[in-house]
Each structure stands twice: as C-alpha cells, then as structure tokens.
C-alpha cells in the first residue's frame, strides 16, 4: 500500500532521505509542471522545482498540515518560479548540438520537436496560469481530476471546466498555427 | 465524444525526453539528501537552545531585560539575588550582541555565560 504523504513526511522529519527520495519521485514532475505553467521556458522551470523542492524539505518542519504536503509543495514551487519570472537573467540557450551528441537523435527531428515545443509554450501562454497547470497536470503528467483538485486547492467542476476551455483553446490555436 | 475531452498531446514538453533531466533529477536528489541527512544529527538540550532562532532569541533577551527591571523596581535590589540578575544581564547582552551579528550563539558560549561568576 502506498505511504501517505503525512507518513512520509514524519520520516523526513526524522532524518530519513529515503522517504524524501519517496516524495521527489512522487512530486517533482509535477512540480516541474506548475513550474512551466508560471514560467512558460522549459530552463526557467527545470531551476525553479528543483530549488522549490529543496526549499520545501528544508522548511518540511513549517509545513501545518503534512497529510496536504502536496499542495504546499506545489505553492511554493510556484512562487519560487514567479521569483524567477521577476529576476530572469538573460540565459544563453544551450548549442542544440549536445543535445545532439548525447541523444543520438538526427538532426531533423530535434529541430522538428523544438518547433513543436515552441508552437505548445506559445499557445499555453495564451492561457491562464491556473488552465495552464490544470492541462500539464493532467494531459502531461497524467493526474486525475480529484488528484489536481485536491492539490490546486481548486472544486473539481472548476478543474473540469479549466481543462475543457484549455484543450479547446490549444486545438484552436495550434490548428491556427498549421494551418 | 468531442474534441474537448480528448487529451492534447504534450508529450514534446515532457521533460523525460530530454537527455539532461536524469541529471536534474540526481542532482535535486543529492541536494535533499544533504539536507535530510544534517537533520538526522542527534543534539544535546545546549546545541538545541544554540540553535533558537534570531527573533525568539531576540524576545527572550527583552523579557528577560523588562522582568528584572521590573521585579528591581517593584521589591528594590535586596530582593533580587544578584547572580540571577547578573546571568540575565549577560544573557540579554548575548542575545543582543547574536541578533546585531546575525549568528547564533554556541552551546559552549551559553555555558560559559551561565557558569561565569557575578561580579
């Protein structure tokens, strides 16, 4: 049966790394997704829920309610990548030919997949932030309308309803975009 | 069923595609462990009191200012044995001079302090 969160929390509160490693594998994607949904750069996201994540365990001992770790989580990854969004520096973007080398993956299709990338992010910013996190959570990271609920803090009609104006509004946008 | 209810395929944002995010993934990895280990460190009651932090700290060392000079004010100084209002004086400038310096104070610095005889 898996831990509960309030569990696992009482363990990282007791030394234990292996409850947090519990946690990250729990938690990280999407706390990498919520990142994307404020940020709407794939590197700005990467640094926020990493640093969201290590800034959560080390404040687990503030967190009142462990059962709704989740959420609090998830809150402070999101404020960590609002920080972000106000303090961007200018990032250079990595050569596309690492991702090359070390992938193995042929030129044409990574630039294919990079488009694509672009075309997403773009017709995501058209978006709200809550639509955005709504449609990540679920249509990339695969949680269920009664998980993002209870994590966003949101009535499950309302994530219902975020979800179908977003994948409305992406298909419009990105038929848009191809046609 | 219609369009709306069928997911997007955003699988070009998964981060799993992409060949840096295992080393994401470790190096936030290793960061928690770090922190989790440090707090898994057994503490004697001293290292605890060392490790108040700076506001609590700081309201202690006022009360404690306030409550001596009130209990002087109130019965005179007879009535206040010398060493306890010795040890709160030093207490008080501890703490003032811990939060003017933004450090804590160690378990040997308020051993020192309790053990040091009043002048």
Known sequence: MEETDAALVARVRGGDARAADRLLERYFRACRAVALAVTGDEADADDACQEGFVAAIEQIDTCRDPARFGGWLLQIVRNRARNLVRHRAIRTTEPLELHQLAGGVSAAAEVERGELRERLLAALAELSQAQREVVLLHDLEGWKHDEIAGHLGLAAGTVRSHLHHARRHLRRILSEDLA | ?119
């Open chain 2, 1 to 119: 069923m219609t369009d709306e209810w069928r997911p997007v395929d955003l699988s070009s944002l998964d981060p799993t595609r992409r060949v840096d995010w295992p080393a994401r993934v470790d190096a936030t990895r290793r960061a928690v462990a770090a922190r989790v280990a440090s707090r898994a460190v057994p503490q004697g009651p001293l290292e605890v009191l060392g490790r108040w932090s700076r506001p609590i700290l700081a309201a202690a060392a006022v009360l404690l200012a306030l409550l001596g000079g009130a209990e002087a004010l109130l019965h005179g100084a007879v009535s206040t044995p010398p060493a306890q209002l010795g040890e709160a004086r030093r207490l008080a400038l501890l703490s003032e001079a811990s939060v003017a310096h933004g450090r804590r104070p160690s378990g040997a610095e308020l051993r020192a302090l309790l053990r040091e005889p009043t002048p």
